[in-house]
């Protein structure tokens, strides 16, 4: 089989941790290995557009996403109808997407990943026409905790910590209706998730239905409850057993749109996007392949 050629997309500023050496890590693992690679670094400004030139260009068989859950979703929008693998290397402050498959976060032993690479190919979620969504998108208490998180220059878990503590202090509940292909519903919630994934990067399970390859998404709706009976979801979330719980519901789908009564914060793998009043979510069934352990 011929080599693989590489294209690393490094956010420098994701996270808190040192990336002063990873340019040399790269290079060392690929001269060392023969691979052929390129490496460049996000900006901020422009980078969809830089991504797909430097594919273009360089025609790579398997692209690198180096950063958190938004570059990772930045880097496969990019790569979405196209045979290209994508890689992570979790470089952000939770990458959610990376901890479901297990994706190491110790550079060497992910750069070991690119050799023989093994591949799972997984659905995607369209949002209102125009977000793209690999991992988590949700409404309410966890968008407001991003919101505050950035709004607070925050990186690095130990700020996430903080801001959820403060967040935690003031949960509220929103009115939502939700209309997927079989059901029309009504709820009182503190938070709705889509979802593609099963658990946000801190390992709390909010989607205990997940199969990423399915051709169906999640929404999981989590109802207001008194501060005593937290300590019990918080159990059911990590043990994967929320279906038990009277504060918790479920609905699988291809298709959904939630509408709400106040406008709600809406983030999407990891993004704030705006508030919102609506919110149209569909399914694209195997939309990428991935590079996983
Ligand atoms: N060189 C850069 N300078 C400033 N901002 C950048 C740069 N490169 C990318 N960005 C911005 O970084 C954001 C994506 O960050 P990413 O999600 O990868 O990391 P993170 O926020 O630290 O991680 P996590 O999502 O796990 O919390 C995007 O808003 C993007 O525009």
Redesign the pocket.
């Known amino acids: 089989m011929s080599k693989a050629s590489i294209l690393f997309v490094i956010?420098?500023?994701?996270?808190?941790s040192d990336k002063d050496d990873l340019d040399r890590v790269i290079a060392r693992f690929c001269e060392r290995n023969e691979l052929s690679f390129d490496i460049m670094?996000?900006?901020?400004?422009s980078?969809a557009q830089n991504i797909r030139e430097a594919i273009d260009q360089y025609q790579p068989s398997i692209v690198v996403?180096g950063?958190?859950?938004?570059?990772?979703?930045?880097v496969a929008e990019q790569l979405i109808g196209s045979t290209r693998m994508l890689a992570i290397l979790?470089?952000?402050?939770?990458?959610?997407l990376a901890s479901e498959f297990e994706i190491p976060e110790e550079w060497d032993r992910n750069l070991k990943l690119l050799l023989d690479p093994k591949t799972i190919t997984i659905d995607a979620i369209r949002i209102n026409d125009e977000h793209l969504s690999l991992h988590l998108c949700d409404l309410g208490f966890n968008a407001d905790l991003?919101k505050e998180?950035e709004r607070e220059g925050q990186?690095?878990k130990l700020g996430?910590a903080r801001s959820f503590v403060k967040k935690m202090a003031n949960r509220r509940a929103g009115r939502f209706r939700i209309v997927t292909e079989s059901t029309s519903s009504r709820h009182k919630a503190e938070m709705v998730v889509i979802a593609n994934a099963s658990r946000y990067?801190t390992g709390a399970v909010v989607n205990p239905r997940c199969d990423l390859s399915d051709g169906l998404l999640e929404v999981c709706v989590f109802k207001p409850l008194p501060w005593y009976k937290l300590l019990a979801l918080t159990w059911h979330s990590f043990v994967g057993e929320l279906e038990d719980s009277e504060y918790f519901a479920i609905y699988q789908t291809s298709e959904v749109t939630i509408t709400t009564q106040k406008p709600e914060t809406l983030q999407v793998?990891?993004?704030v996007i705006d508030a919102v009043t609506e919110v149209h979510a569909k399914v694209i069934k195997g939309a990428i392949t991935i590079v996983v352990p």
């Open positions: 956010n420098p500023i994701s996270g808190a670094k996000t900006t901020g400004e980078d996403a950063g958190g859950d938004g570059t990772v979703t930045l979790p470089l952000g402050s939770a990458n959610g991003i998180f990186r690095g996430y990067g793998d990891g993004e």
